[in-house]
């Protein structure tokens, strides 16, 4: 049997290559990593204690083609921050971005059968003209590099993990190609699995100021699901005023803060101050006492001035400023108006940010949120821990992440639901296997 040879470039903890090897190793081929690309170092440590390499490459600038073995199939992860919503979406202006043109200098040197590519589902409307249109420009330059320059069959379709009995929703695009034909990337849905087919029991719970404040104020079942950050979010959403992190409030405090959080953010209240309208604005006493009555009302919103759920300030004005290549935006306080109350907004810099509910999923794992991430555990709450981590992916129970906590949770972040590759690769092996087959039949002498 044929020996399937691969190069697997920015290579996180591996998945693309765990559910590409075990695709093809079901089918009977025997699989050789013939080169590993990894930039971070905690990540190389993590991949040479669940693989072997044969050749292993730190920054893919560094390596010329002629020092590219030959392979059958190319894997990338490629970078995805430059198409992200976690990050600024420059696309190819970022230079992180063109790494996928590394990417496109190795297929066009080495010419091998095929390629697994995988990014954010952002890339599929990144830097797009018309929302009409199904793609944007940077995928349709990718595309147009893979197909009309190199010559490859090319598809792609965003895949969601939780179709994959996986208990978290995290979709991703994979672009695929062969040079024979088309990969049909359709599936069947499997089973809905729920957070708790995966969590490990009887650890120990967080106890902390931060946990005992929320157990003041709320029951552990009341508590699944939630979200804890001073940003909108409905009926999931607890704000520090709700658990009194920053001092205790009264109920009436509470009604006040949750109706100025919406009401600062209605286009009418611009038009009265006199500034552009923006997302949060400064009110004053006299606009507050128009959707709140209270005699009381000055010594409740100091008070929480005085605790720091609000701000006394100016409101912002738009600032327009000309510079040689374009124009800049951004705001400044404007003096010349009266003093507001405006809530302070933002994600708390706690130990927990959001609640797991072991009877749905999980949120798609990003790096920076993993490791405040909560399930209920023995009576109260805990992190997830690295072992349930890698089960949100899918990776075996081998599987091992040799690095602190923090660098683990990163990795996570970063890598992709092992068994929607195994879907990919699946489908991609049923095409090798017909071009192996049709191959050996054109060896074979006719007889006369």
């Given at each position: ?234 009926n999931n959403n607890i704000h520090s005023w709700d658990i009194g992190i920053k001092g ?160 683990a949770f990163d990795l996570l972040g970063n890598t992709v639901a092992v068994p929607v ?14 071009y192996l087959v049709y191959s050996t039949l054109k060896e074979i002498p006719v007889c006369?």
């Amino acid at each position: 049997m044929e020996k399937i040879k691969f190069i697997d470039l920015f290579a996180g903890l591996g998945g693309i290559r765990l559910g590409f090897e075990k695709s093809f190793q079901d089918l009977g081929y025997e699989t050789e990593c013939v080169m590993t690309s990894e930039i971070k170092p905690y990540a190389i440590t993590t991949l040479t204690k669940n693989f072997s390499h044969d050749y292993f490459v730190e920054d893919i600038y560094e390596v010329d083609n002629e020092r590219i073995p030959d392979f059958d199939f190319l894997l990338a992860g490629f970078p995805c921050q430059p198409f992200s919503a976690g990050g600024k979406r420059q696309g190819f202006v970022d230079t992180r971005g063109t790494l996928f043109f590394e990417i496109e200098r190795i297929l066009k040197e080495k010419k091998p059968y095929g390629f697994i590519l995988e990014n954010v589902e952002g890339l599929v409307k990144h830097d797009i003209d018309n929302k009409q249109d199904k793609i944007g420009r940077t995928l349709s330059i990718i595309l147009d590099k893979l197909e009309n320059e190199l010559g490859y069959k090319v598809s792609w379709k965003v895949l969601d993990s939780i179709e994959f009995s996986l208990p978290q929703s995290r979709k991703r695009i994979f672009i695929v190609g062969t040079k024979d034909e088309k990969v049909d990337l359709t599936f069947t849905s499997k089973d809905f699995k729920p957070l708790n087919t995966i969590l490990e029991k009887g650890l120990e719970p967080i106890k902390s100021d931060f946990t005992e404040k929320l157990f003041n104020h709320f029951e552990l079942k009341e508590l699944y699901g939630k979200s804890i950050k001073d940003k909108r979010g409905g009926n999931n959403n607890i704000h520090s005023w709700d658990i009194g992190i920053k001092g205790e409030v009264s109920d009436e405090q509470i009604v006040l803060l949750n109706k100025l959080f919406k009401e600062r953010r209605k286009k009418h209240w611009a038009e009265k101050i006199g500034i552009d309208w923006m997302d949060g604005m400064a009110l004053t006493l006299k606009q507050i006492s128009t959707f709140h009555k209270n005699d009381n009302l000055k010594n409740l919103l100091e008070d929480l001035v005085k605790k720091r759920y609000l701000r006394f300030e100016h409101p912002k004005k738009l600032v327009h400023e000309k510079t040689e290549n374009n124009e800049k935006k951004y705001r400044v306080y404007d003096e010349t108006k009266p003093k507001g109350y405006n809530i302070v907004t933002g994600k708390l810099s706690f130990e927990i940010n959001k609640i797991l509910d072991p009877d749905d999923i999980a949120p798609t794992l990003v790096a920076t949120d993993v490791s405040r991430l909560a399930v209920p555990d023995n009576g109260g709450l805990r992190r997830l821990t690295i072992r349930e981590g890698l089960r949100l992916f899918g990776y075996p129970e081998w599987y091992k992440i040799p690095t602190k906590e923090t660098e683990a949770f990163d990795l996570l972040g970063n890598t992709v639901a092992v068994p929607v590759v195994e879907h990919v690769a699946n489908k991609l092996a049923e095409i090798y296997k017909r071009y192996l087959v049709y191959s050996t039949l054109k060896e074979i002498p006719v007889c006369s």
